[in-house]
Structures are given as C-alpha cells and as structure tokens.
C-alpha cells in the first residue's frame, strides 16, 4: 500500500489492556504488523473492549520492510500483518503465509466479489482485502477542463510543462508508460522497461514534483492542477474542494489493494481471526472511510454512509473500471531494473 500517512500512531505498539475486565482476558494478545496509521485506534480500542484481547500493533513504511522483518525475526513474531497485493503471492510462494480458514470468519459475505480471488491469490486461500484503490489523474476544474483529460497520455502534454504530479512510487509511474506502450505494467523484459523509462523521460518537463505524503495537499494548496493521485486521496480533496476531480484514464486506472494476512507460525492465529470479522463488520467500515477515506470492500457499509457518498464513484470505483485496471504483480529480480531506470530518471 500507499505510505500515505507519515505520523506514528505511536512509538511502536498500541496496547489497550486498561480496558479488560478480569487477568484471564489481559491474557489473551493479538500481534499486528500494519501500514502506519492505517486503522483508526478508535477501532483498537473497541475490538479490545468487546473480546479482551489486547492488541499490540507495530507499523512499517513498505512492503521490502515488513518482508525483511518477517524474514529476520520469523512469521511467529506477528499474527497479523497486511502486504500488498504483490507481495502476498510471493509470500506464498516462499511459505510464510498461513492458508485461510474462512470458517472462521462469518462476516465474509460483505466483501464485494469483484476484489476477490485475484491472480495474486486465486481463492483467497492467503489473504482476504482490506482496503483497496485507484490510482487515476487529479484535474482541478478551476484551471482545467476535466473533459480534456482522458488518457495518460494527457500528462505528456507540453502544456502542462512544470506543473504534472506524480506518485513517489517507481512501479505506479512506469506502469502508465508501460500500458501508453503497450506492454504489461508487470511485464521482466529489460527492453520493455528501458522502452517505458525512455518514454518517462519525455514526461519529466512536464513534472513538478514526486509526491506520495499526503498527495492531495498540492491540489487543495494550488501547488499543481493536474497530476496522478490515488482515489481516497482526491475523495478527501473534493470534500474540500469541489473543483479537483478524479479521472479514470480509458487505458484504465492503477488497482492497488492491501490484504489481511496471517503469517505461517503465528501464535495467535484465533485472535487474528476475530480481528478480521470484526473489521469487516459494516461499522468497522464505515469508520475506515470516515478516517481515512479509502474504500473498503465492504458492500454493507454504502447503506451506512449518506447517499452522496454511498454513490460516489470515487470513493467507490465502478466495476467497469476495477475489471480494466490491472493489480501489480511480483516482478521478481526485475525489481532491480526497475529501480535503477527510477533513480536515473529523478536524477538525469
């Protein structure tokens, strides 16, 4: 997922056990491994209150993080951690992931179909989603015509020179140079990748900035009028301010998704059970949109929300464009590739 927030929700871990009633339920532990400030603590607090299960939550900045972690320390050391899509399926493959037992889980039916058994984990037998969205265009209709921009290609346009947005993520920015070429946004040929940092380097006159700390804020501040910014992110803009608008580019949009995964020698394997029904509880939900702004997968949660969000096509991508978008996958040692064209093109 996006590291879109960079304060700690606290030092290390969140503990809530003051709440417990009796020394048998402060017993019971529930190790988390999330995104920093990727649940609201409000959410911490209750699951604790309701089941007494003490929930000690450590955060990382990046998938390469967690996965070093868990590597180093073992997959016993947490119960519940949230890779992105990509890294579910390698995890998988390298056996640190516990199959699912969705009998433990009642509250799987809220989840909406059309996020579920991905390339990435055919089945769900791994992970299940826990927030997902669109990387698309930001266009702030004060300066733009929104009806101008309809592709990706858009951002290439010598009329906006200096004033382009882009994600700080090296694979969401190749990717849109890789679908403009026709090639796969995961694709391992070397040529392929070269062929999309050449195309991007045509692009960088028109690039202001690399930004994925908060990237609404350069819209709402009038730094930048047209750039890519991820659906939650332009969600929260527009309450703000009604002219910035999300765009699906008709090569389709970037589909990201974060997932509830339990690691394979996880000790508290039955408390990470209960903490992922009780996050996909429509109320759990709702307080996820309302703190963050993402969409969730919970298809209950819209008869929660006001209508004008319930229907919001932002906040809740249409199916027509989840279908065209394409999950990042695993690129195996080509990530290297990847990288080394990213670091030459911030600094060529």
């Given at each position: 997922m996006?590291?879109?927030f960079t304060k700690s929700i606290t030092a290390c871990t969140l503990a809530f056990f003051t709440l417990l009633s009796t020394p048998l339920?402060?017993?019971?532990?529930?190790?988390?491994?999330?995104?920093?400030e990727y649940i609201p603590p409000s959410?911490?607090?209750?699951?604790?209150?309701?089941?007494?299960?003490?929930?000690?939550?450590?955060?990382?900045?990046?998938?390469?993080?967690?996965?070093?972690?868990?590597?180093?320390?073992?997959?016993?050391?947490?119960?519940?951690?949230?890779?992105?899509?990509?890294?579910?399926?390698?995890?998988?493959?390298?056996?640190m992931?516990?199959?699912?037992?969705?009998?433990?889980?009642?509250?799987?039916?809220?989840?909406?179909?059309?996020?579920?058994n991905k390339d990435f984990d055919p089945n769900n037998q791994y992970s299940l989603p826990y927030v997902y969205g669109m990387t698309?265009?930001?266009?702030?209709?004060?300066?733009?015509?929104?009806?101008?921009?309809?592709?990706w290609a858009d951002l290439w346009n010598p009329e906006y020179r200096g004033r382009v947005l882009l994600t700080a993520d090296s694979r969401e920015v190749f990717h849109i140079a890789l679908l403009l070429q026709g090639s796969s946004p995961n694709t391992q040929n070397p040529q392929e990748i070269k062929e999309a940092y050449q195309r991007l380097k045509k692009l960088m006159p028109n690039v202001l900035a690399f930004n994925s700390d908060s990237p609404e804020v350069p819209y709402l501040q009038g730094e930048t009028e047209i750039g890519m910014i991820w659906n939650g992110s332009a969600f929260r803009a527009e309450k703000e301010n009604p002219n910035i608008r999300f765009v699906y580019p008709q090569?389709?949009?970037?589909?990201?998704?974060?997932?509830?995964?339990?690691?394979?020698?996880?000790?508290?394997?039955?408390?990470?059970?209960?903490?992922?029904?009780?996050?996909l509880r429509p109320e759990s939900a709702k307080a996820m949109i309302e703190s963050m702004?993402?969409?969730?997968?919970?298809?209950?949660?819209?008869?929660?929300?006001?209508?004008?969000?319930?229907?919001n096509p932002v906040l809740f991508p249409p199916e027509q464009e989840i279908n065209k978008a394409i999950?990042?996958?695993?690129?195996?040692?080509?990530?290297?590739?990847?990288?080394r064209y990213w670091e030459k093109l911030k600094t060529d």
């Open positions: 996006k590291s879109l339920l402060a017993a019971e532990k529930l190790y988390v491994y999330n995104w920093t959410l911490l607090k209750q699951f604790t209150q309701e089941t007494g299960i003490e929930v000690i939550y450590s955060t990382f900045e990046s998938n390469e993080e967690m996965y070093s972690k868990l590597k180093l320390t073992g997959s016993g050391s947490y119960d519940l951690i949230f890779p992105s899509s990509y890294y579910v399926g390698k995890m998988a493959k390298e056996g992931l516990a199959k699912l037992d969705k009998s433990k889980i009642h509250n799987l039916a809220n989840i909406n179909l059309s996020v579920l698309g265009i930001a266009v702030n209709a004060a300066d733009i015509d929104p009806k101008k921009i309809t592709s090569e389709g949009a970037i589909l990201w998704m974060d997932n509830y995964a339990i690691p394979k020698d996880a000790k508290h394997k039955d408390a990470a059970y209960k903490f992922i029904d009780f996050m702004g993402f969409s969730t997968p919970n298809e209950k949660v819209k008869t929660l929300l006001s209508p004008e969000d319930a229907t999950l990042q996958a695993d690129v195996g040692n080509a990530i290297d590739t990847y990288e």
